[in-house]
């Protein structure tokens, strides 16, 4: 396994271009928000993105750079009380991993136009996926301690 | 930038028990199988499970560690026109990061017993999130090369 653990290094594919400067100006949730944002994947990477316009929507994980990745518990705002990180959207968490779901607005060559990020600007990109309704969508998904639909 | 690529290095919180061995067993889409699957979580990360039981679904991030990192194009097994892997859900793409939504089934201590997972066994768990309808679930997104509901 020491093998793997050494291999585990990210390389940013891109950059995350979005309204947001600092941790204060991001919205709750992504979704709520219909500010347009720009995912710019690098150069070297832009092959891969190869019908990529045949998506309306895109899963998009990048890096939380200001993340404290020694915490274990988180009270996310709207609740008020104390969960483990894996069972919330907390940006601290070991591995600091952004999950976005976005709608793929507009594709540029190696420039997407999304709106639903939460991003703080300059965010390193990872990767890209398509998302797909027949095996991404659960509308029975419930989270007991959730009241208002948020995380 | 150069300080946040160094530290783009990811941690194993635990170690996914599945069925499938071999490459050539595992399900094309996990969510068609219902095959039990066990993640286990690192006693040192227990803590970040806490209510977790409250959670129907959950993202599970797991490392592809058979991966060819350096592809950015694939032929989608069903499919059989080359796509950017940007576009597709293909294991080979620059950062190997493998997103499963899974059924949770039960808990117990920091085992969890879920369904819908494409793992192979052993894989190196990275990541859990709750799924939330209200902020995860698109039942609209379109994938226009896409006929069959799958990728």
Redesign the interface.
Known sequence: ?SD??R???????GIIHTPYKRREDIPR?G?LSREMCEIE?FPY?A??????E????L?V?F?L?LAN?GL??AKPPQDGR????????SPN???P?A?D?VELIEVDGNRLRVSGMDALDGS?L?????????????????????KD???
């Open positions: 396994m793997e653990i291999s585990m290094l990210l390389e940013p594919i949730q979704r994947v990477f092959e891969g993105l190869k019908d990529i045949q998506c309306t929507h899963f994980i890096w750079h990745r274990l518990k104390e969960h483990g990180v894996f069972a919330t959207r968490r070991p591995n991993l999950l779901i390193l990872l990767d890209i996926k398509p998302y797909s309704a027949g095996i991404d969508s659960f509308p029975q998904a419930r989270i007991a301690w959730q639909g948020g995380i």
